[in-house]
């Protein structure tokens, strides 16, 4: 296990989900519910989208040729920017 990529997916993680949108769903959720039951079930709903995302990186880079998966990384950056500025923009 590389514990360098292990750190980066951590933060970038961390980051990208403070503030947004199910974070304050869960934050609501746990008003009226048990703190532990939220806090597993949003876990467990992370773990799994994050399991959904890796199996299918890890199909597109065993089928798709190296230009793609650049061309797709480079999409991902670009969208993941343009939401962001959409974000900004419109608060």
Not at 1 to 23: P, R
Not at 55 to 64: E, K, N
């Amino acid at each position: 296990m590389d514990l360098v990529t292990v750190a980066v997916a951590f933060g970038l993680v961390l980051l990208a989900e403070l503030g947004d949108k199910t974070q304050l769903a869960i934050l609501a959720m746990a008003t009226q519910r048990g703190p532990w039951s939220v806090f597993f079930g949003a876990s467990l709903a992370l773990v799994g989208s994050t399991a959904v995302a890796v199996i299918l990186g890890t199909v597109a880079r065993g089928y798709l040729p190296e230009g793609a998966l650049r061309l797709l990384r480079y999409a991902a950056g670009a969208l993941f920017i343009a939401f962001g500025t959409w974000t900004i923009l419109r608060g």
